[in-house]
């Protein structure tokens, strides 16, 4: 399974932006995708998942109800829409495939990772 995020970029605090992740070599229906971030000097955070049936979603504290997960299958991809985004967003956003999206300890042991895409949120 290959993985490739792309969309990141400069935004402005407040502002939004959409983070995709390509999967080639596996179809996306079989696949649970978590996307995480890292910022400079921090440990990296699983921020999101989604499941390969009946899309389970998962999202941590610091992303509730401002980001939201979705797949499409035309593209074999998953998405990130991020809305009302603040400065401590900014990190590299990885995606990778997941075993499950249960909760905060499906983000222990990433399976295939992907390259990162940066977001700075600055003004």
């Known amino acids: 399974v290959q993985l490739q995020a792309s969309g990141g970029g400069l935004v402005q605090p407040g502002g939004s932006l959409r983070v995709s992740c390509v999967v080639s070599?596996?179809?996306?229906?079989?696949?649970?995708i978590g996307w995480f971030r890292q910022a400079p000097g921090k440990e990296r955070e699983g921020i999101s998942c989604?499941?390969?049936?009946?899309?389970?979603?998962f999202y941590s504290d610091s992303v509730k109800g401002r980001f939201t997960i979705s797949r499409d299958f035309a593209k074999n991809a998953a998405s990130l829409e991020m809305n009302s985004l603040k400065p401590e967003d900014t990190a590299t956003y990885f995606c990778?495939?997941?075993?499950?999206?249960?909760?905060?300890?499906?983000?222990?042991?990433?399976?295939?990772w992907g390259q990162g895409t940066e977001v700075t949120v600055s003004s």
């Open positions: 989604i499941g390969n049936s009946g899309g389970t979603t």
């Open positions: 070599g596996f179809g996306l229906d079989a696949l649970t």
């Open positions: 990778a495939t997941l075993g499950d999206c249960w909760g905060p300890s499906s983000f222990r042991a990433p399976l295939d």
